[in-house]
């Protein structure tokens, strides 16, 4: 579920609590998690409603000027069924604080290596982890379509092979392409035998 930036601020100001969507079916789940750039949205329902249902107060809910504005910007959408999302800000990502953790020795350093090398080990399709993390290091904002070109993978399965790294607090996303995060240049830098 793609939300702006201005509406997930709003989101995370508790001044945003619904949202409207129309899909031929739903991308988010009542109960479910959504990570954002603002942290994690708890969605707490997910259900149909008829376009006539929908309320001023849902509207301003939704962050819309008005009524009339929120139904002629649904009505712009493709064809599909109208849902309407409870939505709210639960907290920061937890990933963020791994990403500033770069006090990487003994225990934690071994650890992560491992990790590092599992992914490889494991991968169906060959190793990518290690070279991708490599490709990152060497270049800040380097976008998914430059590694997948450099790894002979599709772009979309790299995206997918990326936030692996990024649950490990190695990399982070930028407005375009990715970079080391804090924990990741201390993790280049002792495969790399840098002090």
Known sequence: MLIKQGVLEQIRAGAVTLAFRRWSRPTVKAGGRLRTSVGILAIDGVD??????ITAQDAARAGASSLKALLAD??????????????????????????????????????LRKQLSDLDRRSKSGPWARRTFELIGAKDGITAAEIADCQEMAKSALKIKVRKLKELGLTESLSSGYRLSPRGRALMKVIKGRT
């Open 48 to 53: 149909e409603i008829a376009r006539t249902d």
């Open 74 to 111: 649904l009505d712009g959408r493709q064809e599909g069924t109208l849902y309407r999302i409870e939505l709210r800000w639960l907290g920061a990502d937890p990933r963020e604080a791994v990403r500033h953790d770069d006090d990487l020795a003994g225990e934690a350093l071994e650890k």
